[in-house]
Nanobody
Framework: QVRLVESGGGLVQPGRSLRLACTAS????????MAWYRQAPGLQREFVAS???????KYGDSVQGRFGISRDDERNTVYLQMRTLKPEDTAVYLC??????????WGQGTQVTVSE
């Protein structure tokens, strides 16, 4: 039974930072590619960042240079460090796992709101 649980979302002022976490269970985390996506109401889901088991990283253009993805295999956790947040970053942030069998799994999401 695969479970991905995101945490760390909340309300933050523009220009500030926030760190999200996603803890996984039921998968072989060390061999899984992990990723973050985001989705604002009425908009298409957008790729944010990904990290492979060998720590190869990719970022979406909208967050390049501001966000950083990392993983802690001892804790089965992937992080998203968000810096210089903008109102346009407001969205539900979702964690995704691609496991060693090629299956995809999604967390429930955590809300990030960037506003005064």
């Amino acid at each position: 039974q695969v479970r991905l649980v995101e945490s760390g979302g909340g309300l933050v002022q523009p220009g500030r930072s926030l760190r999200l976490a996603c803890t996984a269970s039921g998968i072989t985390f060390r061999t899984s590619t992990m990723a973050w996506y985001r989705q604002a109401p009425g908009l298409q889901r957008e790729f944010v960042a990904s990290i492979t088991s060998s720590n190869s990283r990719k970022y979406g253009d909208s967050v390049q240079g501001r966000f950083g993805i990392s993983r802690d295999d001892e804790r089965n956790t992937v992080y998203l460090q968000m810096r210089t947040l903008k109102p346009e970053d407001t969205a539900v942030y979702l964690c995704k796992a691609d496991d060693w069998l090629g299956e995809n799994y999604w967390g429930q999401g955590t809300q990030v709101t960037v506003s005064e």
